[in-house]
T-cell receptor, first 110, second 114 residues
Framework: GENVEQHPSTLSVQEGDSAVIKCTYS??????FPWYKQELGKRPQLIID???NVGEKKDQRIAVTLNKTAKHFSLHITETQPEDSAVYFC?????????WGAGTKLIIKP | DGGITQSPKYLFRKEGQNVTLSCEQN?????MYWYRQDPGQGLRLIYY???????QKGDIAEGYSVSREKKESFPLTVTSAQKNPTAFYLC?????????????FGPGTRLTVT
């Protein structure tokens, strides 16, 4: 079946440094690529999303890039802060359904 | 918070019992979803509904059932046929006309079956 691979599973960065999380999808029909942040014991919340007609989108310290030819997209967080510590999920979808990556635990070291 | 609610937050059941998880939304969204989350894994789709009185199986529908009698409500029943039901269950809803859009999640129900 269709799947989304996400790497790395754990990422530890120094506070103030940048973090990059990468995802690869298999379904060429996918046209919507959201990123969600989930803090421990809480619900996932959307932090940024991109559609297939756009190559890059930025919102303050967060950016997402999409390479449709290679079927991969990435989340970039700059100037990381302690409150960025969480699990981040990527997803790819079309026609009402999302296929989710396994998640990346981001640890911000003081 | 608000917009989509799930109850209860924690649920304990004995093996062999069916249990129903509640999900309600006041966002006027047409689409609703049920996911299962296990430690170290992504979200896996159990069922989804694009419109009232219609629903589709997801990747792991075996042992689960749903109904969508009202736009606002999408309850999930975990039956005794589900072999490993202990998990964190998340309900979500999504609006927009056709296609796929942001999914808004409820706070989740943590089900423990012993």
């Amino acid at each position: 079946g269709e799947n989304v691979e996400q790497h790395p599973s754990t990422l530890s960065v120094q506070e103030g440094d940048s973090a990059v999380i990468k995802c690869t999808y298999s379904d060429s029909a996918s046209n919507y690529f959201p990123w969600y942040k989930q803090e421990l014991g809480k619900r996932p919340q959307l932090i940024i999303d991109i559609r297939s007609n756009v190559g890059e989108k930025k919102d303050q310290r967060i950016a997402v890039t999409l390479n449709k030819t290679a079927k991969h997209f990435s989340l970039h967080i700059t100037e990381t802060q302690p409150e960025d510590s969480a699990v981040y999920f990527c997803a790819a979808g079309s026609n009402y359904q999302l296929i989710w990556g396994a998640g990346t635990k981001l640890i911000i070291k003081p | 918070d608000g917009g989509i609610t799930q109850s209860p937050k924690y649920l304990f059941r004995k093996e062999g019992q069916n249990v129903t998880l509640s999900c309600e939304q006041n966002l006027n969204h047409d689409a609703m979803y049920w996911y299962r989350q296990d430690p170290g894994q992504g979200l896996r789709l159990i069922y989804y509904s694009q419109i009232v009185n219609d629903f589709q199986k997801g990747d792991i529908a075996e042992g689960y059932s749903v109904s969508r009698e009202k736009k606002e409500s999408f309850p999930l029943t975990v039956t005794s046929a589900q072999k490993n039901p202990t998990a964190f269950y998340l309900c979500a809803s999504s609006g927009g006309a056709g296609g796929i859009y942001e999914q808004y999640f409820g706070p989740g129900t943590r089900l423990t079956v012993t």
